[in-house]
């Protein structure tokens, strides 16, 4: 099977490792609606934003047949989770080969690598304490940089500005207004209606409001 090529360029990382016994699987960030409960009417679904994906792999250090060490790489590939003088943060890294959108770039998160071993490659070591296996299981986290985010409320909508909107303040309703339509003047987005209904004590974003009542803007 083809290796898992991990590729990092501060530190500069460029190794390539057999895969484990377990492959790559992937555990979070797909999907993204989520059932909305209504009173007294049929439930709906809306988008409530999707996480960042989350995929374990597993790569395996064998030099157990040969005789061979495996410290070299396996300090290699702590690199990517800890700078071994502690002067800078983990590196952001891309990972080829057989798992799951390869290529994406990857972070770890604080429990992000698992040396525990399993049943069936379990840890060997020689008998000066040299190690000759050792199976590792990556918990990776999607890296997302941060300008890619949309910051909420740093320009307002030309509808919350033409409405006199202040973001923190008060919002006073009109005939046919939403959550959902709200949500859109207030932060450009009506799937941000969550936030000014959890404020409201709210829970339907498609009930229309009464007209006259006053709204606090989170």
Same mark, same amino acid.
């Given at each position: 099977?083809?290796?898992?090529?991990?590729?990092?360029?501060?530190?500069?990382?460029?190794?390539?490792?057999?895969? =484990?016994?377990?492959?790559?699987?992937?555990?979070?960030?797909?999907?993204?609606?989520?059932e909305?409960?209504r009173?007294?009417?049929?439930?709906?679904?809306?988008?409530?934003?999707?996480?960042?994906?989350?995929?374990?792999?597993?790569?395996?250090?064998?030099?157990?047949?040969?005789?061979?060490?495996?410290?070299?790489?396996?300090?290699?590939?702590?690199?990517?989770?800890?700078?071994?003088? =502690?002067?800078?943060?983990?590196?952001?890294?891309?990972?080829? =080969?057989?798992?799951?959108?390869?290529?994406?770039?990857?972070?770890?998160?604080?429990?992000?690598?698992?040396?525990?071993?399993?049943?069936?490659?379990?840890?060997?070591?020689?008998?000066?304490?040299?190690?000759?296996?050792?199976?590792?299981?990556?918990?990776? %986290?999607?890296?997302?940089?941060?300008?890619?985010?949309?910051?909420?409320?740093k320009?307002?909508?030309?509808?919350?500005?033409?409405?006199?909107?202040?973001?923190?303040g008060?919002?006073?309703?009109?005939?046919?207004?939403?959550?959902?339509?709200?949500?859109?003047?207030?932060?450009g987005?009506?799937?941000?209606?969550?936030? %000014?209904?959890?404020?409201n004590?709210?829970?339907?974003?498609?009930?229309?409001?009464?007209?006259?009542?006053? %709204?606090?803007?989170?």
């Open positions: 099977m083809k290796p898992f090529h991990f590729v990092a360029s501060n530190p500069q990382i460029d190794i390539k490792v057999p895969v =484990g016994n377990s492959g790559a699987r992937l555990i979070g960030g797909l999907g993204g609606y989520e909305i409960e009173q007294d009417d049929v439930n709906i679904t809306d988008w409530s934003g999707q996480d960042a994906l989350k995929q374990d792999i597993s790569v395996l250090l064998d030099g157990w047949a040969t005789d061979d060490s495996v410290e070299r790489e396996l300090n290699t590939l702590l690199k990517l989770g800890r700078d071994p003088n =502690g002067e800078r943060r983990p590196p952001v890294f891309t990972v080829d =080969g057989p798992l799951h959108y390869p290529g994406k770039a990857w972070v770890l998160p604080p429990d992000g690598i698992d040396l525990s071993g399993g049943e069936i490659a379990p840890i060997r070591r020689h008998g000066d304490g040299e190690l000759l296996r050792q199976e590792i299981v990556f918990h990776l %986290l999607e890296y997302v940089k941060p300008d890619e985010v949309r910051l909420r409320g320009k307002k909508p030309k509808e919350a500005v033409a409405r006199g909107i202040a973001v923190g008060t919002i006073t309703v009109s005939k046919g207004d939403t959550l959902h339509k709200l949500a859109a003047q207030l932060f987005d009506s799937s941000d209606w969550k936030e %000014l209904g959890k404020k004590d709210i829970a339907d974003p498609n009930r229309k409001l009464t007209p006259g009542r006053v %709204l606090r803007i989170p």
